[in-house]
């Protein structure tokens, strides 16, 4: 089993910035991405950032230039760095990892964290 602890969110007005961390414990075998999703009340949960092994990224359009996605593979850790947050930036904030092992995908979530953008 793999977990993953999420930390960082909390209350910024607009225009401030917020970094979030995600650290993955327990039995970690190939991960293959790491990211970073959201929920925002009555929405589905949304791709916000993901990284694979290689350090390639990819953003959804609503958040690309102003947010970014980076990783440590030796602390087995994610992070989302969120600059000129926006009001419609607030949700819960969950970590993702993905894994292979013997052709299989394995994903986990974090707990997820929230972050409130107040305008």
């Known amino acids: 089993q793999v977990q993953l602890v999420e930390s960082g969110g909390g209350l910024v007005q607009a225009g401030g910035s917020l970094r979030l961390s995600c650290a993955a414990s327990?039995?970690?075998?190939?991960?293959?991405?790491m990211g970073w999703y959201r929920q925002a009340p009555g929405k589905q949960r949304e791709l916000v950032a993901a990284?694979?092994?290689?350090?390639?990224?990819n953003y959804a359009d609503s958040v690309k230039g102003r947010f970014t996605i980076s990783r440590d593979n030796a602390k087995i850790a994610v992070y989302l760095q969120m600059n000129s947050l926006k009001p419609e930036d607030t949700a819960v904030y969950y970590c993702?990892?993905?894994?292979?092992?013997?052709?299989?995908?394995?994903?986990?979530w974090g707990q997820g964290t929230q972050v409130t953008v107040s305008s």
């Open positions: 990284i694979t092994s290689g350090g390639i990224t």
């Open positions: 327990g039995t970690i075998f190939s991960i293959n991405a």
């Open positions: 993702r990892t993905d894994h292979i092992r013997d052709g299989q995908l394995y994903i986990y």
